[in-house]
């Protein structure tokens, strides 16, 4: 039972235009919900976060918005640049479970 | 500022061998938890502690066995190494109490079975 899914695996933008990751969860119990940028070979990068209570957060170029009656929440990346090229993955938590997407391989053409 | 440090970052052994990693988080961090990736596939969970407590279990082999110490370092134990073993394995931690707790992850430690 996947509780978390990202049912892109592969995104596609070009320099500078928006990059939009989307994430649908199946768990009400989730109240708090990350995304994660990660390289070959790393570990997962925190990126943003949001809760529950809020249906936006900004951080610079990343915004998360967050639609909890479709169990769903997107991330916006603008203006999209080379380095965003990564797998993103999003998380959800709750009760101290921390469940991932499979994850988008996000690639930023010049 | 600290972040979570995982140790060794590479580790080669053969099959049925014993092989230990251990994870140090962020300090003031009481939840620490352990993560599986292998080639291709998404992260796997594999474990979690609250203050030195299995506080979660995941698809962790019978294998395996891990535990958190009282400087709230951990450990995970892996014996009988098979070559499906191989894989990154990275560990995340926490301060927990409440919503919206920030989870950082560690570089991780790369285990290859030969």
């Known amino acids: 039972d996947q509780q978390v899914k990202q049912n892109s695996p592969s995104l596609s933008v070009q320099e500078g235009r928006i990059s939009i990751l989307n994430c649908d969860y199946t768990?009400?119990?989730?109240?708090?919900f990350l995304w994660y940028k990660k390289y070959p070979a790393e570990g997962p990068t925190f990126l943003i976060s949001i809760s529950s209570i809020k249906d936006k957060n900004e951080d610079g170029r990343f915004t998360v918005f967050l639609n909890k009656s479709a169990k769903h929440l997107s991330l916006h990346i603008v203006p999209s640049q080379p380095g965003d090229s990564a797998v993103y993955f999003c998380a959800s938590e709750g009760a101290q479970k921390l469940v991932f997407g499979q994850g988008t391989r996000l690639t930023i053409n010049p | 500022a600290a972040g979570v440090i995982q140790s060794p970052r590479h580790l080669i052994k053969e099959k049925r061998e014993t092989a230990t990693l251990k994870c140090y988080p962020i300090?003031?961090?009481?939840?620490v938890y352990w993560y599986q990736q292998g080639p291709g596939q998404d992260p796997q969970f594999l474990i979690s502690f609250y203050e030195k407590m299995q506080s979660d279990k995941g698809s962790i082999p019978d294998r395996f066995s891990a535990q958190q110490f009282s400087d709230y370092h951990s450990e995970l134990n892996m014996s009988s190494l098979e070559l499906g073993d191989s894989a990154l394995y990275f560990c995340?931690?926490?301060?927990?109490?409440?919503?919206?707790?920030?989870?950082?992850f560690g570089e991780g430690s790369w285990l290859t079975v030969v």
């Open positions: 300090p003031r961090h009481d939840t």
């Open positions: 995340a931690s926490s301060l927990a109490g409440g919503v919206g707790n920030t989870i950082y």
């Open positions: 768990n009400s119990m989730f109240d708090y």
